[in-house]
């Protein structure tokens, strides 16, 4: 069966530091995977997918990347963190299409202080 | 623009009522529309997928039906209990042929 595991858990970074999320997907090959933001009681913020390795593309323009270096692992970036990056991200994979239904991992709740 | 959109009021219902969530979309027609359960904390979870030619989907003690004609979808939960509480979202293909989720329904069951 597919797992979809995400760290850290939880992060508390100082303004103007650097950020690297994780995200790493197993039982599948080729997967589509998706970084989103969610705010406190808010919808979830589409920020990256990708349908392969190396193929980024990026929903909202912002201080945060995306990479995907293997096949079944996403990284979130940001050369300095700001205020407004606090939030809950998660990962997701999908098999193709887009469309696809959606699979999330735990998330990462960052707080920026 | 393509949208696809939830009462973003939460739902207080007591347990054993049916709750019924409500997710309107605009300017396109998906194929299909997906439900999610959220849980505070955690990643949404996928429950159900009715296909455009589908009225109506069960599993379980939910109810999910498709109207291509008033551009809604329902989602109940019948016989309603606490654990049911959560934030529910429905998701659909939308704009660049992308899954698009709408801002969620939180529903509270009270004993």
């Known amino acids: 069966s597919q797992t979809i595991h995400q760290w850290p858990a939880t992060l508390v970074q100082p303004v103007g530091s650097p950020l690297s999320l994780e995200c790493t997907v197993e039982g599948t090959s080729n997967p589509n995977l998706y970084w989103y933001r969610q705010a406190a009681g808010r919808g979830l913020q589409l920020l990256f997918y990708s349908v392969g390795i190396g193929q980024i593309s990026s929903e909202v323009p912002q201080n945060l990347s995306a990479s995907r270096p293997q096949d079944r692992q996403f990284i979130l970036s940001s050369k300095k963190l700001l205020l407004s990056d606090s939030g809950f991200y998660l990962c997701?994979?999908?098999?193709?299409?887009?469309?696809?239904?959606?699979?999330f991992g735990p998330g990462t709740r960052l707080t920026v202080l | 623009s393509q949208k696809i959109e939830q009462n973003s009021e939460a739902l207080n219902i007591q347990e054993g009522k049916t709750a019924t969530l409500t997710c309107n979309y605009t300017?396109?027609?998906?194929?299909?529309l997906q439900w999610y359960r959220q849980d505070p904390g955690r990643g949404p979870v996928f429950l159900l997928l009715i296909r455009e030619n589908e009225k109506e989907k069960r599993k379980e003690r939910l109810k999910v039906t498709f109207d291509t004609t008033l551009k809604q979808s329902l989602f109940h939960i019948t016989a309603s209990q606490p654990a049911d509480s959560a934030t529910y979202l429905c998701a659909s293909q939308a704009a660049g042929n992308k899954l698009t989720f709408g801002g969620g329904t939180r529903v509270l069951v009270k004993p």
């Open positions: 997701a994979w999908s098999g193709p299409p887009l469309s696809d239904t959606q699979y």
């Open positions: 300017n396109y027609s998906p194929a299909y």
